[in-house]
């Protein structure tokens, strides 16, 4: 009768242990996420005891990533993972297989990611905020005044930090990158609108209308010489490849972005203008222009004017006071 005595303890204490031991939801990481952000239970169960933290702050390049252990008691609120906490919020949750979920906004401002492990379960084990917003905040500018400024600036920070080596992260920044650029835009900034249309049409964040590309291209085109430089291109492969004859589908648009730019001092604009004038492919061929063109692009000090402008005139151009570049 002794001898059972502790074997029914070991039981008991058995049966306790396991009705204590938190259940996994799913070993399905999409699954297990679902359960985990609408439980705070399952949030304190499946959370590692030290988490993991990232946040970015103040650099001389820049904004940095600085990491930290979080003991429970610094825990994050988790709550704001759930459906109707990110629905009330205008946020976007996005589970990223094999052992993520990332949480953005629409303009830029919230970009944060969670990241799990697995063994007998997953456990959320670290927490990365990228969001620059509050590095830049010390960050003084002559610009500070001008509209949108800080959302452009925190556009340029996403964009750095997303060419850095810091995958598989750099897809989200690039796409907080141009919601930070787009809100710029809504506030008022040229220079914003230039920027999400590279970006857009660089392939390194998803690509906006047609349309809208344009309609950007053409705010920054009105004080941006870079704009209208690109508005230019724009205009001739409309964002794609130009096909094998080069031909330029809005001809007469792409010359007058071209020469925009080129009255605002672009270099590099006088440059393709003289190589317009030379190859006679948007308008005929006018060499005394090129020449006066590629001088001007000298004088910007747009790079391989010089050797474009020699070329010329060993081709037989020479300067023409009735034929200025523009």
């Not at 452009?152 to 650029?181: H, M, T, V």
Request: charged share 20%; proline share 6%.
């Amino acid at each position: 009768m002794k001898s059972s005595i502790p074997m029914l303890l070991a039981g008991l204490l058995a049966s306790a242990l396991a009705q204590a031991a938190p259940v996994c939801p799913s070993r399905d990481f999409a699954i297990f996420f679902k359960a985990f952000a609408e439980d705070a239970q399952l949030q304190a169960d499946f959370t590692a005891h030290t988490l993991v933290e990232q946040r970015l702050q103040a650099g001389p390049e820049g904004p940095q990533p600085v990491v930290r252990k979080l003991e429970p008691a610094l825990r994050p609120d988790l709550s704001q993972l759930s459906s109707e906490r990110v629905a009330a919020n205008g946020l976007i949750r996005e589970i990223a297989l094999p052992d993520r979920v990332y949480l953005r906004d629409q303009r830029g401002e919230v970009l944060q990611a969670f990241i799990f492990e697995q063994a007998d379960c997953w456990a959320l084990a670290r927490v990365e905020d990228w969001s620059p917003s509050d590095a830049l905040k010390s960050v003084k500018t002559p610009d500070d005044a001008a509209p949108g400024v800080r959302a452009l600036q925190r556009g340029d920070a996403y964009e750095q930090l997303g060419q850095g080596e810091i995958k598989p992260i750099d897809k989200q920044l690039f796409i907080a990158a141009l919601n930070s650029y787009l809100d710029a835009v809504d506030q008022g900034s040229a220079y914003a609108a230039y920027s999400a249309a590279a970006i857009s049409l660089s392939g390194m964040a998803p690509r906006l209308s047609y349309q809208r590309l344009e309609q950007l291209l053409r705010l920054s085109s009105a004080t941006v010489p870079e704009g209208a430089l690109m508005l230019a291109s724009f205009y001739c492969d409309e964002g794609q490849y130009r096909p094998d004859d080069n031909t330029c589908k809005h001809p007469q648009k792409a010359l007058e972005a071209l020469r925009q730019s080129a009255a605002m001092g672009s270099g590099n604009a006088f440059n393709e203008l003289g190589s317009v004038y030379a190859r006679g492919e948007i308008v005929p061929a006018q060499p005394a222009r090129s020449l006066a063109c590629y001088t001007e692009a000298v004088a910007h000090g747009a790079d391989w004017a010089d050797f474009n402008a020699q070329e010329m005139i060993k081709r037989g151009a020479r300067a023409d006071k009735d034929q200025p570049c523009l």
